[in-house]
Nanobody, 123 residues
Framework: QVRLVESGGGLVQPEESLKLSCVAR????????MGWYRQVPGGKRELVADMSTSGRTNYGDAVKGRFVISRDNAKASVFLQMNNLKPEDTAVYYC?????????????????WGQGTQVTVSS
């Protein structure tokens, strides 16, 4: 089972930057795509960005051109560089990963979520 541990959230002013980090811990055969989602109270969890093991990325429309996702496969980590932050970026940010469990024979892909980290953008 994979446990995702996030760090880097906090309070920043508009137009400032912040970097989130997430590391996958536990036993698994392989990590597949990793990404970031965010959620505001009463709202749906929405995609911020994700990245495949080969480096292909997807971004939510609201963050394109401002946020950059990256990962370090050797360290089982994914990062989110958030630039030019806006008050509407305020949310709880969740790390997410698909992984292949260890085990004999075919193992269906599993999904894991972090506990979430609060990002608040306010003057």
């Amino acid at each position: 089972q994979v446990r995702l541990v996030e760090s880097g959230g906090g309070l920043v002013q508009p137009e400032e930057s912040l970097k989130l980090s997430c590391v996958a811990r536990g036993m698994y055969f392989a990590l597949n795509s990793m990404g970031w989602y965010r959620q505001v109270p009463g709202g749906k969890r929405e995609l911020v960005a994700d990245m495949s093991t080969s480096g292909r990325t997807n971004y939510g429309d609201a963050v394109k051109g401002r946020f950059v996702i990256s990962r370090d496969n050797a360290k089982a980590s994914v990062f989110l560089q958030m630039n030019n932050l806006k008050p509407e970026d305020t949310a709880v940010y969740y790390c997410q990963a698909f992984y292949t469990p260890q085990g004999l024979g075919f193992q269906p892909m599993q999904e894991s979520w972090g506990q979430g980290t609060q990002v608040t953008v306010s003057s």
